[in-house]
């Protein structure tokens, strides 16, 4: 395990080993797709979700960007028997396992762009779950506002993105527009009034954003 810029190996090794590990199914899911060496979410991210779900009693929950469906399986798992999942996944190959995977769960897979997917939807969530591409989350932002209800929660993953969104010493050339994107959303986050966001610095960077008022 190396360093990722946000947080010292010795942290993450300790977080790896005291943190409940996943079982069953969704150790199964997990392990395929770790093999197929997809970046889903930490096991430190997945356990910060799932007490947010758990704790704020959370059922209805929305995620962009499925990849097979870990991070959505360990979501309903904290939802419990009446959680209800909708998730929207761009690539149609991740988008076939998921649905493999997603199997006699209540869970809506909608193959498709999150930006344009979002316009669509409609119904009152608890709790989204934001972890596509990074550049997009500003363009998703208004619809999950209008998606998520107040009191509900809206996480984005990877704000901190290996630390590079923290500081230009770290910045790669190649990603100077995706955190340009990110510096700006975390702005707007931060700044809205209809929000209380914490940014929290687990796994590659979470932003936790509490609807306290939609006007
Ligand atoms: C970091 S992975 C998701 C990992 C998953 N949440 C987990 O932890 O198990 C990001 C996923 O978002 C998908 N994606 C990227 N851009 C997207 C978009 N605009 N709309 C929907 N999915 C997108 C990618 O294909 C990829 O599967």
Same mark, same amino acid.
């Given at each position: 395990m190396e360093d990722n810029n946000i947080n010292y190996e010795y942290i993450l090794r300790y977080l790896k080993r005291t943190l409940r590990a996943d079982e069953g199914h969704i150790e199964d899911v997990r392990r395929v797709a770790v093999g197929m060496n997809l970046p889903i979410a930490r096991v430190e991210t997945v356990r910060f979700l799932q007490t947010l779900i758990a704790s704020s009693n959370a059922k209805r929950i929305l995620e962009i960007g499925t990849a097979i469906g870990y991070s959505g399986l360990s979501m309903l798992e904290a939802a419990g028997d009446d959680g209800h999942l909708v998730t929207v996944e761009k690539s149609p190959d991740l988008a076939k396992l998921a649905r493999e995977n997603f199997e006699g769960k209540k869970v809506e897979l909608i193959e498709g762009d999150g930006v344009k997917v979002l316009e669509t939807l409609d119904g009152e969530f608890d709790f989204a779950f934001v972890d596509a591409a990074k550049g997009q989350y500003g363009a998703m932002f208004d619809n999950l506002m209008r998606l998520v209800k107040t009191s509900g929660v809206i996480v984005s993953d990877n704000v901190l993105y290996k630390g590079m969104t923290a500081t &230009? &010493?770290?910045?790669e050339r190649r990603e100077i527009t995706i955190i340009k994107r990110m510096r700006a959303y975390l702005d707007m986050l931060c700044n809205d009034k209809r929000l209380v966001t914490s940014i929290v610095p687990i796994g590659d960077g979470l932003a936790i954003s509490y609807i306290v008022r939609k006007d």
């Open positions: &230009d &010493d770290l910045r």
